[in-house]
């Protein structure tokens, strides 16, 4: 299993949108089912989300397990599921600097890890 972290900047007035995603998920059973069956359909095993201010703004920061995270990226912007579109969405208006129309530089580079596997 690979991790897999990014961050993506938020545009300016779109922090509530983003922290309203968690929100939402955490107030409903019906739509964290489907949240949870939308990560299988990408093959995320877990999944992290923060949002860190910046000086300069704000920004998502995403942390997957996954075993490919290109594919879980494909997936992301070809999948006709319902709850991965809404996320989809959501990231595109919120945090649109990910360009989901091909593949995606896997530009993480990972300077320690602790514990050791």
């Keep these: 299993m690979a991790a ?23 107030g409903s059973a019906e739509l964290q089912e489907a949240y949870e069956a939308s990560r299988k359909i990408l093959g995320i095993r877990e999944e992290k989300m923060w949002v860190q201010k910046t000086p300069i703004g704000e920004a998502l920061v995403v942390y997957w397990e996954t075993e490919d995270p290109q594919r879980a990226l494909r997936e992301l912007a070809d999948s006709q599921d319902e709850a991965v579109e809404k996320f989809r ?6 945090a649109p600097a990910l360009d989901l129309s091909g593949e995606q530089p896997i530009a993480s580079e990972l300077l320690f890890s602790w514990p050791k596997p």
């Design 89 to 94: 969405d959501l990231v595109m208006s919120a």
């Design 4 to 26: 897999f972290a990014f961050t993506l900047p938020v545009l300016p007035g779109q922090g509530g949108a983003v922290r309203g995603m968690g929100d939402a998920l955490e």
